[in-house]
T-cell receptor
Framework: KNEVEQSPQNLTAQEGEFITINCSYS?????LHWLQQHPGGGIVSLFM???GKKKHGRLIATINIQEKHSSLHITASHPRDSAVYIC?????????????FGKGTHLIIQP | DAGVIQSPRHEVTEMGQEVTLRCKPI?????LFWYRQTMMRGLELLIY????????DSGMPEDRFSAKMPNASFSTLKIQPSEPRDSAVYFC?????????????FGDGTRLSIL
């Protein structure tokens, strides 16, 4: 079973700051997922990536397959970015697989 | 397009009762996943189906839990008898083939409280 570690667990920052959340995993994977969970509880898929970098608006996700590490960056952070960000990878590394999750990073952006 | 639909949104019941959670995946998605989220353990995979067939149920905690997918548009997760430690948020997700880079789409979850 893949093991996922996320850091930091909690992060409070001021509006406008550059945010970085890190994720490492133990077993080689086909793709890594970044998810966002808002206080209301719903989970949204932000990125699914298997190499390099992806960008969507102010969010950037990078992955280093050799080092088994991924980062999620938020540029020009805003209070509406406050949420729990969760890294997830396939349970046993393969593509067609359920996910195993990190514990999440609780992000609070203060105005 | 409608997303993944779960029902009920909230369920409160007494210990020992049977609980049935329902999920309607996105039309055309051939993978369906059931996850559970608790404060202590975070999100955990319970079971997943491909083309209505259970593929991996190793995450199902014990025999009190069962899941079925009688057709491509409906799945149930049943707990019988329920216990207070089953209290959690249960999420259903669906996707096209994950091995070709398709993300999972999550339902809003069912918040289950066993008294």
């Amino acid at each position: 079973k893949n093991e996922v570690e996320q850091s930091p667990q909690n992060l409070t920052a001021q509006e406008g700051e550059f945010i970085t959340i890190n994720c490492s995993y133990s077993v080689g994977i086909s793709a890594l997922h970044w998810l966002q969970q808002h206080p209301g509880g719903g989970i949204v898929s932000l990125f699914m990536l298997s190499s390099g970098k992806k960008k969507h608006g102010r969010l950037i996700a990078t992955i280093n397959i050799q080092e088994k590490h991924s980062s999620l960056h938020i540029t020009a952070s805003h209070p509406r970015d406050s949420a729990v960000y969760i890294c997830a990878v396939p349970y046993s590394g393969g593509g067609a697989d359920g996910l195993t999750f990190g514990k999440g990073t609780h992000l609070i952006i203060q105005p | 397009d409608a997303g993944v639909i779960q029902s009920p949104r909230h369920e409160v019941t007494e210990m020992g009762q049977e609980v049935t959670l329902r999920c309607k995946p996105i039309s055309g998605h051939d993978y369906l996943f059931w996850y559970r989220q608790t404060m202590m353990r975070g999100l955990e995979l319970l079971i997943y189906f491909n083309n209505n067939v259970p593929i991996d149920d190793s995450g199902m905690p014990e025999d009190r839990f069962s899941a079925k997918m009688p057709n491509a548009s409906f799945s149930t997760l049943k707990i019988q008898p329920s216990e207070p430690r089953d209290s959690a948020v249960y999420f259903c997700a669906s996707s096209l083939s994950p091995d070709i880079g398709q993300p999972q789409h999550f339902g809003d979850g069912t918040r289950l409280s066993i008294l």
